[in-house]
């Protein structure tokens, strides 16, 4: 509990600064233009992934069991970056071109990709490494603030401009990179580095697995998105970020639980072997994710404007997402599951049917309704259902031995 409070602190800074950044940005950027950068940066995080081709995830394992070693992964961490690169830099034109060549400049959408996949993935990778360590409050210190400087560079950008997305994605940049300077020299625990490729090579089929599986991860989680502006264009991606943005707020307090759960469990991976605890805790990610989200709709059902015009547009359409945030949230925290019990490749293949299954319902509801009230609502069952195939998924194969990293 001392944990948990101690990291839960640094999220409910992350929130009160998360809260006001997309306060200040969804109203100085129009609607469409904040749509763009809302995909964008999803996209962003999404390829972000590939950087390092996964081997945050040995680094993490290596500081939560053998925290010496913590120098010659970092080693590791830095080469695989830089080998990385080409596979970024491909995957990333891919990616523009199939979503955004029509709506959005390809220098804007370099630059969101940079911002999160060079400046703030490393400087995520420092939180990981001191989480890893059970310094919760050092990354919970450094969570809040990256987003307290995102914060002050919209505030800047509401200041000096009329909300041009160009100058919005160099400030954005601008933020991160700030942001990884700090971690770096203030908060990462350096140990000489020493490079060791026998090590990196028996870990490598891990981190291969695990950044797969994290792409196939936020593919699916963002994959609405892609599709809404791919399918509805930037003012209907624009509305439903808003809504989205909305929803992703009630998962930063299960995130910080899922951490300290998946940190439990890499040390004894039995510890969910009854039925009744994993439903247990599954029915109160659930409650209070539906809690979180309908106390902000009936705020904005109340007070409509109090989050600014632009979100006021999509104010009411977020009760009707009511479910949506439990059902997220719960597949989030199944795939984290997988991660812990070190069944990386299982999780990547869970991923990928998940990613596909999300796609096939979401195109069906875009083609069968235009306004996004009915979308919104049909959302719900989309959600429903990739839970129920998670959960199948999941829980047979938390049936199966795990495998200690």
């Given at each position: ?25 969804a ?5 469409a ?29 290596i ?10 992964y ?6 695989m ?13 891919g ?43 050092r ?6 603030l ?8 919209a ?16 400030l ?12 770096a020299?203030?908060?990462?625990p ?29 593919f699916?989680?963002?994959l ?17 970020a808003i809504?989205?943005?909305?929803v992703?707020?009630?998962?930063i ?24 605890v ?10 209070v ?13 109340v ?5 600014g015009?632009?979100?006021?547009e ?8 009511l ?27 869970n ?7 999300k796609?096939?319902?979401l195109?069906?509801?875009?083609a ?34 795990a495998?200690?990293?």
């Amino acid at each position: 509990m001392r944990d948990y409070f101690a990291a839960i602190s640094g999220s409910a800074g992350r929130l009160v600064f998360s809260l006001g950044y997309f306060i200040v940005l969804a109203n100085t950027l129009s609607i469409a233009d904040f749509g763009l950068f809302a995909t964008a940066s999803a996209a962003g995080v999404m390829l972000s992934r590939i950087l390092a081709f996964g081997f945050t995830a040995p680094l993490y394992r290596i500081a939560t069991v053998k925290p010496r070693l913590i120098g010659t992964y970092t080693a590791g961490f830095l080469l695989m970056s830089v080998l990385s690169l080409p596979v970024l830099g491909l995957a990333s034109v891919g990616v523009y071109l199939l979503f955004f060549g029509g709506d959005m400049p390809p220098g804007a959408f370099a630059l969101v990709v940079v911002a999160e996949a060079l400046l703030w993935r490393p400087a995520e990778t420092v939180v990981i490494v001191n989480n890893g360590l059970n310094r919760f409050g050092r990354g919970a210190l450094l969570v809040v603030l990256g987003t307290a400087v995102r914060a002050l560079a919209a505030v800047l950008l509401a200041l000096v401009s009329n909300g041009e997305l160009w100058l919005w994605t160099q400030l954005y940049l601008l933020a991160n990179a700030v942001s990884l300077l700090v971690a770096a020299f203030f908060f990462y625990p350096w140990q000489r580095m020493r490079l060791r490729p026998a090590l990196y090579l028996r870990r490598l089929a891990d981190a291969v697995y695990v950044s797969s599986a994290e792409v196939l991860f936020y593919f699916q989680m963002e994959l609405d998105k892609l599709l809404v502006l791919a399918l509805g264009g930037a003012q209907l991606a624009g509305i439903y970020a808003i809504i989205m943005r909305l929803v992703d707020l009630t998962a930063i307090p299960i995130r910080t639980f899922s951490m300290l759960l998946v940190q439990k469990m890499m040390r004894t991976p039995d510890m969910l072997a009854r039925i009744g605890v994993r439903l247990g805790i599954e029915g109160v990610i659930f409650a209070v994710s539906t809690t979180a989200i309908l106390a902000l709709a009936l705020i904005l059902r109340v007070f409509p404007n109090i989050l600014g015009r632009n979100v006021a547009e999509a104010a009411p359409l977020v009760l009707l997402a009511l479910f949506v945030p439990g059902m997220r949230n719960l597949v989030e925290y199944q795939a984290e599951l997988l991660f812990a019990r070190g069944q990386t490749l299982l999780r990547a293949i869970n991923l990928m049917l998940l990613a596909g299954t999300k796609a096939v319902l979401l195109a069906h509801v875009l083609a069968a309704y235009a306004a996004p009230r009915d979308i919104v609502l049909a959302l719900n069952g989309v959600f429903a259902a990739l839970y129920l195939v998670s959960l199948l998924l999941t829980y047979c194969a938390l049936s199966m031995p795990a495998k200690r990293v």
